[in-house]
């Protein structure tokens, strides 16, 4: 199957309330003309260089998401022009992303990435933790930057009950932060292997990659 044909096929499985944004981290611009020609505008990439390059040689309307770890010193590449950071994981990662909003005239539409898999590779706030920093006095101190939500990963493992559990974590703090912040409207959740799990715990915003462009190497 083509890439169009993929990604065809999966969005029209998806409920109209989900985003799909098409993570091309890797894979050739060529390939991600073809989804863009097939009607694509949202792109994830987990590189600020890689993303930076796509974007500067590719159309004008697509939207490019940062969804991977990101280095407080690469925040002023994508500043410019990014629509959505997904992973941001700390505090010191907010006050540059509301340095570098503030010098570009932009404010930068981030989600805070919560920490909800077993592994301690995978990055992000512990719940309780955020869910007491991220009052709105504190929000307030980044005139730069939109929170619109969360975004987590699940944990690595072919136990669904597992996954859901862990979806639904993330889905119960996102519930309790949006009584606060009564504008918060996204919950990124779900990639290839889980995203139909996701949309059933909640999520509106899922990450595919290997499922429309084919594995990474
Ligand atoms: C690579 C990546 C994805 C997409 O993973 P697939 O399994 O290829 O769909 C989603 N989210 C993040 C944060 C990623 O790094």
Same mark, same amino acid.
């Given at each position: 199957?083509?890439?169009?044909?993929?990604?065809?096929?999966?969005?029209?499985?998806?409920?109209?309330?989900?985003?799909?944004?098409?993570?091309?981290?890797?894979?050739?611009?060529?390939?991600?003309?073809?989804?863009?020609?097939?009607?694509?505008?949202?792109?994830?990439?987990?590189?600020?260089?890689?993303?930076?390059?796509?974007?500067?040689?590719?159309?004008?309307?697509?939207?490019?998401?940062?969804?991977?770890?990101?280095?407080?010193?690469?925040?002023?590449?994508?500043?410019?022009?990014?629509?959505?950071?997904?992973?941001?994981?700390? #505090?010191?990662?907010?006050?540059?992303?509301?340095?570098? @909003?503030?010098?570009?005239? &932009? %404010?930068? $539409?981030?989600?805070?990435?919560?920490?909800?898999?077993?592994?301690?590779?995978?990055?992000?706030?512990?719940?309780?933790?955020?869910?007491?920093?991220?009052?709105?006095?504190?929000?307030?101190?980044?005139?730069?930057?939109?929170?619109?939500?969360?975004?987590?990963?699940?944990?690595?493992?072919?136990?669904?009950?597992?996954?859901?559990?862990?979806?639904?974590?993330?889905?119960?703090?996102?519930?309790?932060?949006?009584?606060?912040?009564?504008?918060?409207?996204?919950?990124?959740?779900?990639? #290839?292997?889980?995203?139909?799990?996701?949309?059933?715990? @909640?999520?509106?915003?899922? &990450? %595919?990659? $290997?499922?429309?462009?084919?594995?990474?190497?």
């Amino acid at each position: 199957m083509s890439i169009a044909d993929r990604l065809l096929r999966i969005k029209q499985s998806l409920p109209q309330q989900v985003t799909l944004v098409a993570v091309s981290k890797t894979k050739p611009e060529t390939d991600l003309m073809e989804a863009y020609e097939a009607g694509q505008r949202v792109f994830g990439e987990n590189k600020a260089q890689e993303m930076t390059a796509k974007w500067s040689s590719m159309p004008k309307d697509i939207q490019w998401h940062m969804i991977g770890h990101l280095q407080s010193n690469k925040v002023k590449y994508i500043a410019p022009y990014v629509a959505l950071i997904h992973g941001v994981d700390r #505090s010191e990662l907010l006050d540059e992303i509301e340095k570098q @909003g503030a010098k570009n005239n &932009r %404010i930068i $539409s981030c989600l805070l990435q919560v920490h909800i898999a077993e592994e301690s590779t995978k990055f992000g706030w512990n719940p309780q933790e955020l869910v007491s920093w991220a009052t709105q006095e504190q929000l307030e101190k980044y005139p730069h930057v939109r929170i619109q939500g969360l975004m987590g990963m699940a944990t690595f493992t072919s136990d669904e009950h597992q996954i859901k559990q862990e979806f639904a974590s993330l889905k119960s703090v996102f519930d309790q932060l949006k009584a606060i912040h009564a504008h918060w409207d996204t919950l990124s959740m779900g990639m #290839s292997q889980d995203y139909a799990l996701a949309i059933s715990m @909640g999520s509106n915003m899922v &990450r %595919i990659g $290997s499922s429309i462009f084919g594995e990474r190497n």
